[in-house]
């Protein structure tokens, strides 16, 4: 099944819904950082909902970045997305492996860990970003990003992420879902999605039946006036270029830049993102330095 992204409407628009199929996209992810199938879970969880909040972008030039860090062995996990639903991403240890949890799943949430939080920055363009965060609610995902809607957005939301990784560590299935009550929206709509939700296969489940992002919202929202508005091709596509490499590097200051001159030698910086390797000999240092700050 091939990765689409959706938004759709329910209940005269009582209730939006962002979903997606991304195995593809999680498949690209977790083969660039070469991830062990519980390291997998988690970054293909965290790139899933990046996927599905940057889709609700206005503007290209907008994004929103994910961070959850509970001390885990995990070491942390970042995706940042794009109003086209394209998104980079990246975990602190890709070797993270734990045993299963009392559900004999992979233990996503013990491989975050419970001490620390979840930030989302949005980054509209504005002299500041918006930085909201909450605790970290399990270190599944899902829920702690369901909290953050709830508590810091004040929109009652359910969200699901689903990551299935196959015996040979590809993903077998992936995908997710956003769905949020708009404001004056009947409480009883809440109850009957919350009901169904609890009744339905995992959403991975679902993929594998061979069902599209818009079957499974038909069969999540039968009889409940579901429009689809709009779809996107949700992609793992990281934009770093030299350009942006130099201009991180011009950005340390002056003095800094001086100092790793000055100490001869060459330079090497690795995007965290995809692991492309960027080399600098030392020359080409002195003349970032000459053209930054006029020699």
């Known amino acids: ?12 628009g009582d209730v939006r819904i962002i979903a997606a199929i ?43 970045t994910l961070k959850i860090s509970g001390g885990g062995e995990a070491r942390g996990v970042v995706a940042t997305s794009y109003a086209d639903a394209h998104v980079k991403g990246y975990i602190g240890n890709p070797n993270v492996e734990l045993p299963p949890n009392n559900k004999g ?20 363009g504005l002299k500041e970003p918006y930085v909201g965060q909450v605790p970290i609610y399990t270190g599944e995902i899902g829920d702690d990003l369901a909290y953050y809607f709830t508590v810091s957005e004040q929109t009652p939301s359910a969200v699901g992420l689903g990551v299935l990784v196959d015996t040979d560590t590809s993903i077998k299935a992936a995908g997710g879902f956003i769905i949020q009550m708009m404001p004056g929206a009947d409480d009883l709509i809440a109850d009957l999605i919350t009901y169904r939700l609890e009744e339905i296969p995992s959403i991975t489940e679902l993929i594998l039946k061979g069902m599209t992002a818009e079957q499974i919202l038909e069969f999540i929202f039968e009889d409940m006036d579901l429009k689809i508005l709009e779809e996107m091709v949700p992609r793992y596509k990281c934009d770093c270029s030299r350009e942006r490499v130099e201009r ?40 970032l330095l000459k053209g930054a700050y006029n020699g």
């Open 22 to 64: 991304t195995t593809d996209l999680v498949n690209e992810g977790v083969s660039v950082h070469n991830c062990t199938p519980t390291a997998s879970a988690a970054l293909g969880r965290l790139l899933t909902a990046g996927s599905l909040m940057g889709a609700t972008l206005k503007s290209e030039k907008d994004t929103i």
């Open 1 to 12: 099944m091939s990765d689409k992204l959706v938004i759709a409407t329910a209940k005269s």
């Open 105 to 124: 799943k992979l233990d996503v949430g013990g491989a975050i860990g419970k001490n620390g939080s979840l930030t989302i920055i949005r980054d509209m």
């Open 248 to 287: 991180a590097l011009v950005s340390i200051g002056k003095k800094d830049l001086e100092e790793i001159y000055n100490e001869g030698k060459d330079e090497e910086i690795k995007c965290h993102f995809c692991n492309k390797d960027y080399q600098f000999t030392n020359e080409q240092i002195g003349e």
